[in-house]
């Protein structure tokens, strides 16, 4: 079995949406709701596996713990990528857990710099200059504000999620990804040489040449 990606999940919703988007694209892929054991098993022909947990209000602590169970199980399956998909909402506090999950993922496999990028513009979510739009309005504007939960009243996603890391957070703004794959990668090259760790990505569409999805994988020198 050849498990070319496999994702981890902050919601049961936002597992499902994945897990489906890979089908569409051909993957054979599994879908996993909750934690898995040691011995959950996967189908030998999946490409894919989908581990969607509930993990978007939970404490940072338990946030994370299950996280770093879901991605060493996936690296188990022998994985050769992981994909941490949060709310296209952004759904945390200033103590996370989109920062302290991201970051335990990053250490566990000792990668500098990741993309955040929860644009997801078939579902009216966009990001503009740093700032995350809810169709016409922003996040801050939005329905989210009055989440019972995670009340979202910041839409500067710089600034939200630097509010969750110690790490410092950087924005690549719409002018440089519509130039394209190269122009992304130069522009993580020098967020890394001057220590970012988390860039937040404008993404307005994922129609043409601009599509968020596989631009950044391609910026990212994945395949």
């Known amino acids: 079995m050849t498990l070319r990606i496999g994702c981890i999940a902050d919601d049961f919703t936002g597992g499902t949406d994945v897990a489906a988007a890979f089908r569409r694209a ?51 399956k022998g994985v050769a990528q992981v994909y ?8 945390s506090t200033e103590k996370g857990n989109i920062g302290p999950v991201a970051d335990a993922l990053l250490d566990a496999v000792g990668a500098p710099i990741t993309l955040h990028c929860p644009s997801s513009p078939p579902n ?70 001057a220590g970012v760790r988390h860039v937040i990505a404008d993404a307005l569409t994922e129609s043409g040449n601009f599509g968020a999805p596989d631009l950044f994988t391609r910026a990212l020198g994945r395949s």
């Open 124 to 193: 009216g979510r966009t990001v503009h200059q740093g700032h995350l739009f809810v169709h016409d309005q922003l996040l801050a504007d939005s329905p989210q504000r009055h989440h019972p939960l995670n009340p979202m009243t910041d839409s500067a996603l710089v600034r939200l999620l630097s509010a969750q890391t110690r790490h410092r957070v950087a924005l690549i703004d719409w002018a440089t990804v519509r130039q394209g794959p190269e122009a992304v990668r130069e522009a993580l090259l020098a967020h890394r040489q």
């Open 26 to 76: 051909g993957l054979r892929t599994a879908l996993v709701f909750g934690t898995p054991h040691a011995d959950t098993k996967l189908s030998a022909d999946c490409d894919a596996a989908v581990v969607a947990l509930k993990s978007r209000s939970t404490p940072a602590d338990e946030a994370v713990a299950d996280a770093l169970a879901a991605q060493r199980w996936l690296w188990n």
């Open 84 to 91: 941490f998909k949060c709310c296209s909402t952004f759904d």
